[in-house]
């Protein structure tokens, strides 16, 4: 069982930037990949970015490459999100989740255990 706690999100500027936190319980977080999630409102779940159990590997959606790192350390149980440039398009409630193995995939389905979500809004 893996509990999961997002905490960073917030209101900012076009072009401002945010760092998002995920604190995980449990003694399985270093064995499994974790993912950030965000569903803007009238719009289904998407993949952001992902990152491997280990940390040696990160994967991230076009639209947010080059703007958005994934890092996780595993000796505080917790993975981020820095955000800089912020869009107003980058709008929505923010998810970390957890896979099912030390891999990444994009797919909502891989994923177990999910935190609560956090609001993140750019405005112009």
């Known amino acids: 069982q893996v509990q999961l706690v997002e905490s960073g999100g917030g209101s900012v500027q076009v072009g401002g930037s945010l760092r998002l936190s995920c604190a995980a319980s449990?003694?399985?977080?270093?064995?499994?990949?974790m993912g950030w999630f965000r569903q803007a409102p009238g719009k289904e779940r998407e993949f952001a970015a992902g990152i491997t159990s280990s940390g040696s590997s990160t994967y991230y959606h076009d639209s947010v490459k080059g703007r958005f790192t994934i890092s996780r350390d595993n000796a505080k149980n917790t993975v981020y999100l820095q955000m800089n440039s912020l869009k107003p398009e980058d709008t929505a409630v923010y998810y970390c989740a957890a896979g099912r193995a030390a891999g990444v995939s994009q797919s909502r389905n891989y994923y177990t255990y999910w935190g609560q979500g956090t609001q993140v809004t750019v405005s112009s």
């Open positions: 449990g003694r399985t977080f270093s064995l499994l990949a």
